[in-house]
Nanobody, 123 residues
Framework: QVQLVESGGGLVQAGGSLRLSCAAS????????MFWARQAPGQEREFVGG???????YYADSVKDRFTISRDNAKNTVYLQMNSLKPEDTAVYYC?????WGPGIVDMDFDSWGQGTQVTVSS
């Protein structure tokens, strides 16, 4: 399994932007599809989006047109650019890796998960 470490979380005002990074090690990064999920206090983990090995992307409706996922295979890193942030985006954000890509990704049955990074959006 690949090991994942998220960074870049913090406190931001509503309407602001933040970029999260997720560094991978211990595996062949380019062979994985990469994903982001989030979990707000008292709520279930929620799928945010993903990027396939061939750079196809898919986003949850709640973040579409505001969030962008990209990857840099040379740096073994996946990014989550978050714009126009809202207080309801406040959550712990997790990255995940899995060799598969397809309709089932929203079920988040991924092989590897990071520890998460906190994002807080103030109103």
């Amino acid at each position: 399994q690949v090991q994942l470490v998220e960074s870049g979380g913090g406190l931001v005002q509503a309407g602001g932007s933040l970029r999260l990074s997720c560094a991978a090690s211990g595996g062949t990064f380019s062979s994985y599809s990469m994903f982001w999920a989030r979990q707000a206090p008292g709520q279930e983990r929620e799928f945010v989006g993903g990027i396939s090995r061939s750079d196809n992307t898919y986003y949850a409706d709640s973040v579409k047109d505001r969030f962008t996922i990209s990857r840099d295979n040379a740096k073994n890193t996946v990014y989550l650019q978050m714009n126009s942030l809202k207080p309801e985006d406040t959550a712990v954000y997790y990255c995940a890796a899995d060799p598969n890509w397809g309709p089932g990704i929203v079920d988040m049955d991924f092989d590897s998960w990071g520890q998460g990074t906190q994002v807080t959006v103030s109103s």
